[in-house]
Nanobody
Framework: QVQLVESGGGLVQPGGSLTLACAAS????????MRWYRRAPGQERNLVAY?????????IYGDSVQGRFTASRDNAKNTVYLQMNRLKSEDTAVYYC????????WGQGTQVTVSS
């Protein structure tokens, strides 16, 4: 069955960096685009980043993270990454990876807290 497992969250100071990883299994990873979403406290889940299938040559980012976050993928490891730089307090959220394989599949999420 499809499984997505996020890791890499934690507490970081404003201006710092974190890299999230999402390990995928149960499907042919290279054939599917992947997405990162986040849900801040009291808010809806919002799209953060999209990376296309295959070589991941196409990436799309939400306006609030453009220029600070970078999505990448390693098909040999069935893993998608989210490099987050220059973090701000408003980046505090639970981050989820997502794959649409006929229907939406989600990981359990990983908490990112940006605070001094």
């Amino acid at each position: 069955q499809v499984q997505l497992v996020e890791s890499g969250g934690g507490l970081v100071q404003p201006g710092g960096s974190l890299t999230l990883a999402c390990a995928a299994s149960g499907f042919t990873f290279s054939e599917f685009a992947m997405r990162w979403y986040r849900r801040a406290p009291g808010q809806e889940r919002n799209l953060v980043a999209y990376i296309s299938s295959g070589d991941g040559i196409t990436t799309i980012y939400g306006d609030s993270v453009q220029g600070r976050f970078t999505a990448s993928r390693d098909n040999a490891k069935n893993t998608v990454y989210l490099q987050m730089n220059r973090l701000k307090s408003e980046d505090t959220a639970v981050y989820y990876c997502n794959a649409f394989i006929g229907s939406d599949y989600w990981g359990q999420g990983t908490q990112v807290t940006v605070s001094s």
